[in-house]
Each structure stands twice: as C-alpha cells, then as structure tokens.
C-alpha cells in the first residue's frame, strides 16, 4: 500500500467518522429528547430504537458474511475474507445487544426476562451459529484453510436461517401464545414522531456498521501487510 | 454414472469392512445412546410427566450425541496414516467420497437407531408397533438431516486441532430445525397423527435434506483440498 491511498484511505474515514458522530447525535436527541414518553408502556420503550436498529444491523451484516463467502469461494481472493470476518464480528457484537436490550424490555413489559417466543428463539440460534462460525476462525491458522473453512461455514449457516424461521414459528404455536407485540403490531400502531426517531436511528447504526467495517478492514489488511514485512526480514537475514 | 456409483459404493464398502474388522464404533454408539437415554430417566419424575411427551425429545437427544460420536469417528479415521489423502488421490470426483462417507454414516447410524428403539418402547412403555410404518420414515428424514449435514461438517472439522470440540459447536445450533422437526414429528405419531396431517413439518425436513446436499455438493470441493 503506497502512501497516497493510505492518505486517502484516512480521509474518507474521518468522513465517515465526522457523519457517524452527527448522526448518532442527532439520534440520541431524538430518542431521549424529541420523540415522547410511549403511554402504557413508559420510558423504557425507548430502547425499542437501539433495539430494532441492532437488529437490523445484525441481519444485514450475517448477509454480508454470505454474500462475501460465495464470493470467496469463486474468486478465492483474500479481500472477501477479510469482509467476511469483520461483518461476521461485527454482526454477532450487534446480535448480542439484540439479546441484550431485549430482556431489560422484556422484564417491565412483558414481567420475564425471556420468553421462548420465535423471534426470540431465532436470535439465539442466529447469535450460537455466528460464535461458533468466529470461534471456527479462531481455532484455526490464518491462511487459506481458515478462509475456505469459514466460507463454507458462512453459507451453511446463512441457509439455515429460513429453516429455523419455520421450525421455531411452528413449534411456538403447538404452546399457548405469550404476549408478544409482533412488529405488525409495532409498525401500525406507532406514531409519526416515533417512526422518525427510528429512522433516524435506523441511520446511525447502518453508518456505524460501515464505519466499522471500514477500520476493520483496514486493520486486517495492516497486518497482512506485517506479516508480509516480517517474512521479507525473516528471508533476507 | 455407473462409474460413479462403484465408487462411492467401494467407499461404504471400505467403511464396512473396517467397522466388521474393529467392532468399535456401533457397540460404542449404542451404549452411549443408551446411557443418555437413562441419564434422562433419571432426571425426570416419570411418574409426573407423561411418557409420551418427554419421550420423544429423549430419544432424538439420544440419537443426536450418539451419531456426533460416529460423525466424529468418520473423518478422524481416514486422518490417521493419512488415509484422507490416499482417498482423495484416488481418481474419482470429491463429491464421490461426500456421498460414501454419507452413505455410510447413515447406515451405522441407521443400525444403532433400529437397536435403540425396542429398547425405547420398553422403557417409556409405549407401543411403537402400531405406528411403526410412519415413525421410521420421521426417523429416516431426520437422520438423514442429520447425516448430511454432519458428513459435510465432519469433513471440516477433522482437520482441526481441537476437532471433537468444535463438531458439536458448528454443528448443532445449525441442526435445531431438524431436531424441532423430528422431535415435533415423533410425538404427534406417538398420538396417532397419520404423517399427512403434519405434511409441514415433512416438507421442512424434506427440503432441509435436499438443500444441505446440493450444498455440500457445491462446496465439498472446496473442504476437501490440500
């Protein structure tokens, strides 16, 4: 890597950064000062817009890790690896705020920490399916294999998703049904102002995930690049 | 195609031969699936619960750990004396030795699962010969899911340093669709349910097994390279 394309690397990134801080800005303010109080179920309703946006982050970042492993395997370019790691790493830190935020919701709401509801069920599979997927990666030497490896286990695991949608559906309606706000029900019943706030929410954290996987990247290809030096050395004394 | 066919039929048949010459690994898994299944009498009041409705769950938990000790078995054999490597220098496709290892997977498991479910009736008190025709084809699919999957995931994980480990971890939170199907499948048959009145759940179970093999077409290539 010459030095103009790490100069130009950077300041697109102080771009990023700069416009991942405003926005998160502008979505804090929204949430805890311009959006209000929900009427029956208070302020901790609130963390519905951390919560969904997590959500989706999550989803969104489990497709790339698929997209980028199918690449992988035709292109067998290193490149798509390493987006493949880091959207998975970023991915399962998001999925674990999903399973985080939800519970302390749920326990005012709902009067439990956690219900075997499909939605819920679906997280937790998803979350185990991407840890064993980066532990897969950790078990393993950099290289090649490691590589091949996880993309397969990336589009294994993507296609399951579909699968455990259905079955976990299925299996929750042979059991009475808790009360559980669908997000049918979320999305009808919700004010402008709080749509809004979403949005905006919805916004920071799709920033925030490409600023990540940008210093990811990033931070993956440097040390490829110190691996390489450090052989040259090792070769040349 | 006939081609093909010997040879993945040599690798079962390789696979058979060294099981009869050994005899270690079905003793093994039926033991082992055995001793689940009382580990499990144990920790519930039987008394309490009825029979029919834990019984199920128990007996595919009890299939599961038993067949990820053959999985894990499968490829682990061929790593010694690096018989992996005499197998993919043999001139046939890989997706050849995909379908032997299945093949034979399936069939030491089929063995086990067939030793296992007299022994289940017994146990659980419940009468299985009335419902025999349907229940063994729930059991097929899901073994077969179970196999697929398995196979193309045992072939990954033997070429890691802490393969035991990490089998079960990769591999079962990705088989949760099939265990709730199995699990659901096996108790509405031991209700008398007729096996087209649960035609989502064969569906699930169906299409699991073709999508995983046309993956594992797709990719086995790609586990199976030096």
Same mark, same amino acid.
């Given at each position: 890597? *010459? ?6 690397? *950077? ?5 990023? !950064? ?25 302020? !901790? ?9 997590? /959500? ?6 489990f497709f790339i890790v698929f997209t980028c492993s199918i690449l992988f395997l035709w292109k067998k370019e290193r490149e798509w690896d390493i987006y493949a790691h880091a959207s998975a ?8 705020? !999903? &399973? ?5 919701? %749920? ?26 997927y980066?532990?897969?990666r950790?078990? $393993?030497?950099?290289g090649f294999m490691r590589a091949r490896y996880a993309a397969v286990l990336g589009i294994v695991g993507f296609l *399951? ?23 049918? +029900? ?10 809004? $706030? ?6 920071? =954290?799709?920033?925030?995930?490409? #600023? ?5 990247v ?20 | ?23 270690? @690994? ?18 519930? *009041? #039987?008394?309490?619960?009825? %029979? ?14 038993? +067949? ?25 496709d890989r997706t050849?030795?995909? =379908? ?34 349907? &229940?063994?084809?729930?059991?097929? #699919? ?10 193309l995931?045992?072939?990954l ?13 990769? #591999?079962?939170?990705? @088989? ?5 199907? /199995? ?9 008398? $349910? ?17 999508i995983y093999?046309g993956v594992s077409i797709m990719t086995i290539d790609h586990i199976l390279e030096?």
């Amino acid at each position: 890597m *010459n030095q103009e394309t790490t100069e130009e690397l *950077n300041e697109e990134s102080y771009i990023l !950064v700069w416009l991942t801080g405003i926005v998160f800005l502008f979505a804090m303010a929204a949430i805890f000062l311009f959006v209000p109080t929900e009427q029956t179920e208070g302020p !901790v309703q609130r963390i519905m817009y951390i919560h969904i946006p997590s /959500a989706w982050l999550s989803f969104f970042a489990f497709f790339i890790v698929f997209t980028c492993s199918i690449l992988f395997l035709w292109k067998k370019e290193r490149e798509w690896d390493i987006y493949a790691h880091a959207s998975a790493e970023i991915g399962v830190i998001f999925c674990s705020l !999903v &399973l985080i935020t939800g519970p302390i919701w %749920a326990k005012p709401i709902w009067g439990t920490w956690w219900v075997w509801d499909a939605r819920l069920t679906s997280t937790l599979i998803l979350w185990l399916i991407y840890v064993a997927y980066l532990m897969l990666r950790a078990q $393993t030497e950099a290289g090649f294999m490691r590589a091949r490896y996880a993309a397969v286990l990336g589009i294994v695991g993507f296609l *399951n998703i579909p699968f455990i949608h259905f079955s976990v559906l299925w299996w929750r309606t042979f059991h009475p049904q808790p009360k559980v706000i669908s997000s049918e +029900g979320f999305g009808k019943g919700m004010e402008t102002s709080m749509l809004i $706030t979403l949005g905006i929410s919805l916004c920071a =954290f799709t920033l925030l995930y490409f #600023l990540l996987m940008g210093q990811r990247v990033r931070q993956e290809k440097l040390k490829d690049e110190i691996d390489r030096l450090k052989r040259e050395q090792l070769y040349s004394s | 195609m006939n081609l093909y066919l010997n040879q993945i039929a040599a690798i079962v048949w390789k696979d058979f031969v060294t099981e009869l010459k050994t005899r270690e @690994l079905l003793s093994a898994m039926f033991i082992f699936a055995l001793l689940v299944i009382l580990i499990f009498i144990f920790s519930i *009041n #039987l008394s309490i619960v009825k %029979a029919s409705e834990v019984g199920p769950g128990i007996l595919w938990v009890a299939f599961l750990f038993a +067949g990820t000790i053959g999985l894990n078995r499968s490829f682990m054999l061929e790593k010694e004396n690096d018989c992996l490597m005499g197998l993919m220098l043999v001139p046939a496709d890989r997706t050849a030795i995909y =379908f032997g290892k299945l093949i034979s997977n399936l069939i030491f498991l089929s063995i086990m699962e067939l030793f296992i479910l007299p022994l289940f009736m017994i146990f659980f008190d419940i009468d299985l010969l009335s419902h025999l025709g349907p &229940l063994l084809v729930v059991v097929f #699919l899901g073994t077969l899911g179970f196999c697929v999957l398995g196979t193309l995931l045992s072939s990954l994980s033997s070429n890691l340093k802490t393969r035991e480990i990490m089998l079960p971890i990769l #591999l079962y939170p990705l @088989l949760i669709p099939i265990i709730i199907a /199995a699990v659901r499948m096996t108790g509405q048959i031991l209700d008398g $349910t007729e096996l087209s009145d649960m035609m989502k759940w064969v569906g699930l179970t169906a299409s699991f097994d073709i999508i995983y093999i046309g993956v594992s077409i797709m990719t086995i290539d790609h586990i199976l390279e030096e």
